[in-house]
């Protein structure tokens, strides 16, 4: 939750600073903190979905596809049948994916709504 918090003010922080560094204008500069928070918030959405299993059968059916396009040497495959099953790595993946959702969404926000502030300041 700390870390949450804290770059949530760091990114707050960070478009602050852009506005007196950067040789924009401050209109200039809230809309270029607006279009990253909504690419970034754009990202986060892409990645839920992709968390949920919403379109897995999609994406199965198109490495179902790319397999029998290229084929893989028989240890190749088990390398990644053993890769599938390993705990370790399946907590990993969703410890890191949870970690990037979080923080492409708790930065996009915040840009999205210091660009929100810098326009009211205007």
Do not use: C
């Amino acid at each position: 939750m700390k870390w949450k918090v804290s770059l949530f003010f760091i990114t707050i922080l960070g478009w602050y600073i852009a506005t007196f560094v950067a040789p924009f204008s401050l209109a200039d500069v809230s809309n270029i903190a607006f279009l990253i928070g909504l690419i970034l918030i754009i990202i986060a959405a892409i990645a839920l979905i992709l968390h949920t299993g919403f379109l897995t059968p999609l994406i199965q059916g198109f490495q179902i596809i790319g397999e029998r396009v290229v084929r893989k040497s028989r240890s190749a495959e088990r390398a990644d049948s053993q890769i599938k099953d390993d705990p370790n790595m399946k907590a990993f993946k969703a410890n890191l994916a949870a970690r990037i959702t979080q923080s492409t969404f708790i930065v996009g926000s915040s840009s999205i709504l210091t660009s929100v502030i810098i326009i009211f300041m205007l």
